[in-house]
């Protein structure tokens, strides 16, 4: 596999987005407890062949490594260089060599059929163009019988993003945001219509009080880029009615505080699915 990936200007803005964050994506336990819960539920086993498909800093590639072990081999792709650098650089500290990482979009990959025991995509679905089509690629990849599964938040999770799609929308901007794979049905037809069996979603809450600080964060850190969106929706927004939005986003936070800090739902699906044996 060639380490060049042809990205449209969409994925160029994320690969550039993710980069940017990635000396400190790793930071706080958030992101390595949702890839370990997507390792742990796939009870992989030693000399399996794994993909981690959009593996960032290799949080669910690594772990897979450590369980496939020498007589397995687990490959990570990516399209941020900055994420594939620290990827690299936990591998070299920790001394492994069954895994590897590539540059590569994850639409447009061309294993061999029947490749992989078991796909992974942790936390990076709804970055896909067409989330269905990358389902029948990535089905394509898997050995029969072969595992796939993805983590994925709810509709309702991360109070800053429901609250922004909700004022959005009164100036006729939709945002998708999670809305893709919102709740079990999406995730279950989203597998089926890919061609998925044995469908297993487990459901998991994370939710916590955040302050009002992180719950407005999502404005500044989270609506650039916005996943499955080309070009951002806000950009039809003039600056005046931006900013009118913005400050009723704001009120409509402060109006949700309470004494312990703002209720932050994080509803997270870890959804499985099998190729035909
Ligand atoms: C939230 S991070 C998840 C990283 C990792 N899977 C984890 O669980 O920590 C999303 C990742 O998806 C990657 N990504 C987005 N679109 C992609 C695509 N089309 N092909 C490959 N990687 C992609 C980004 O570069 C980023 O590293």
Redesign the pocket.
């Given at each position: 596999m060639s380490n060049q990936?042809e990205l449209d200007d969409y994925?160029q803005q994320?690969?550039d987005w993710?980069s940017r964050r990635s000396s400190n994506?790793d930071n706080g336990d958030w992101?390595p407890r949702?890839?370990h819960r997507?390792v742990e539920y796939a009870q992989l086993r030693s000399g399996q062949q794994v993909l981690?498909?959009?593996?960032?800093?290799g949080?669910?590639a690594i772990e897979a490594a450590q369980i496939v072990g020498d007589e397995g081999k687990v490959i990570g792709?990516?399209?941020?260089t900055g994420?594939l650098e620290q990827a690299r650089r936990k591998v070299k500290e920790l001394q492994l060599s069954n895994v590897e990482f590539h540059l590569?979009?994850?639409?447009a990959l061309s294993f061999p059929a029947n490749s992989f025991d078991c796909v992974?995509?942790?936390?990076?679905l709804i970055?896909?163009?067409d989330l269905l089509a990358s389902l029948r690629l990535w089905h394509h990849f898997l050995k029969p019988g072969g595992l796939l599964g993805f983590?994925a938040f709810a509709d309702r999770a991360f109070v800053g993003g429901v609250v922004a799609r909700k004022v959005l929308a009164k100036y006729g901007v939709s945002l998708l945001f999670n809305q893709p794979t919102g709740n079990v049905e999406k995730c279950r037809n989203l597998l089926q219509t890919a061609g998925f069996k044995a469908i297993d979603i487990q459901s998991e809450e994370d939710s916590s009080y955040i302050s009002l600080e992180q719950a407005k964060g999502i404005w500044s850190n989270g609506l650039y880029p916005v996943p499955g969106q080309f070009p951002n929706p806000l950009l039809q927004l003039s600056p005046e009615k931006l900013a009118q939005a913005r400050s009723e986003f704001d009120a409509e936070l402060e109006a949700l505080q309470t004494e312990q800090g703002i209720w932050n739902d994080i509803t997270i699906f870890y959804a499985f699915g099998r190729k035909a044996a």
């Open positions: 990936a994925k994320i690969a993710y994506y992101h949702i890839a997507l981690d498909i959009a593996t960032g800093t949080l669910v792709i990516d399209i941020s994420m590569a979009d994850a639409e992974f995509c942790s936390s990076a970055w896909m163009s983590h």
